[in-house]
């Protein structure tokens, strides 16, 4: 291997550059305002301790009849689905004329330490989907599960057949013993009551720790170094700084479900073994019933498709339908093919079933 020949004038123009890009992006942070996130109005329509259901206001009126309640991990904040006016799945929902409402979980406190997964999904999600009927004045409605919500929504939907009419999962782990899950080896052999009883609840900072670590140069290095790019463009760093706000903004986890979801679904995989029980409700995926879209994204490193895949074999329903769509975990929400394929795509599987 030779010598690495370097020209001289073009890194100094390269350096010069850098340094310009560098004054403009101080200039641009100094006339930053502290970023939000939510672009769509919303009214509260439900509260519980910490827990608060809301409705999404469209400009129209609704012309869906069976509303849908999203139900998002606890790992995260649920105002992804809504982060900004051109990055909103809700609102591109609403577009379509579907009504909209989200549990959000809020933060947990030690307080919570000894909630259980009874108490969120026969707890928690059965009063929110109540809520939500009663106000239609309907038996059944529509649930929309987020990645871990989707599991949830998944038991919730195979014990409350009754009340759901069309389920939903987005990005949602079914099998949790494919090869390629990473976190899925990680947590194996984790001794999770050690964890727990010692720790109490989770907290966010160490959940955080973990996610990044799974893809360590492109979430530590690469993003950073690519945000020189975009120092002077206003817009564009007020976009990375919201994504970097959702991303830090997460809430501890309550210590006991922490522990339940860990054993049966990481540890155990029960979803696919059998013998899951969640409070007295043994849960089945045969039982899960009703019409099914499962959306799973392609370049997915949390949830890969090969975990999402297997509730087509494993669900009871006589209508499957899967969704692969191109992108990770995080840009089936935000990116721009997302917008133009994921609300659309929801909105016409739930028309034909109208």
């Given at each position: ?351 034909a079933r109208a």
């Amino acid at each position: 291997m030779g010598p690495i020949k370097i020209d001289p004038q073009k890194a100094l123009d390269e350096a010069l550059r850098f340094n310009r890009k560098l004054a403009a992006g101080f200039q641009s942070l100094r006339s930053l305002d502290e970023v939000d996130y939510g672009a769509t109005p919303k009214e509260e329509v439900y509260r519980e301790d910490k827990l608060v259901v809301y409705r999404f206001k469209g400009k129209d009126k609704p012309t869906a009849k069976t509303p849908i309640l999203i139900v998002y991990a606890l790992v995260n904040r649920p105002y992804m689905v809504d982060l900004q006016d051109d990055r909103s799945l809700v609102k591109n929902l609403l577009a379509q004329g579907e009504d909209v409402y989200l549990i959000d979980w809020g933060y947990p406190d030690q307080s919570d330490r000894y909630l259980t997964l009874d108490d969120y999904i026969n707890g928690f999600i059965d009063r929110c989907v109540d809520a939500v009927a009663k106000r239609h004045k309907l038996a059944k409605i529509n649930l929309l599960g987020i990645c871990q919500g989707g599991a949830f929504s998944l038991c919730y939907a195979a014990t409350h057949q009754h009340k759901i009419r069309n389920l939903i999962t987005m990005v949602t782990p079914v099998d949790f013993h494919t090869p390629d899950n990473m976190l899925s080896h990680w947590t194996r052999g984790m001794d999770v009551d050690l964890f727990v009883d010692t720790l109490g609840n989770v907290p966010a900072d160490l959940m955080n720790w973990c996610y990044l670590t799974l893809k360590p140069v492109r979430l530590f290095q690469q993003k950073y170094i690519g945000l020189v790019d975009i120092l002077d463009d206003k817009v564009e760093l007020e976009n990375f700084l919201r994504m970097e706000k959702w991303i830090f903004d997460s809430p501890d986890q309550a210590g006991e479900a922490f522990r339940q979801f860990i054993k049966d679904f990481y540890q155990a995989n029960k979803l696919i073994n059998g013998g899951l029980k969640i409070g007295d409700k043994d849960v089945s995926l045969k039982n899960v019933t009703m019409p099914i879209l499962n959306i799973f994204a392609e370049q997915d490193h949390l949830v890969p498709p090969s975990a999402s895949r297997p509730l087509k074999q494993h669900a009871g329903t006589k209508d499957y339908t899967e969704l692969a769509f191109k992108g990770g975990h995080i840009g089936i929400y935000v990116s721009g093919r997302a917008q133009r394929e994921v609300p659309s795509a929801i909105h016409d599987w739930l028309k034909a079933r109208a």
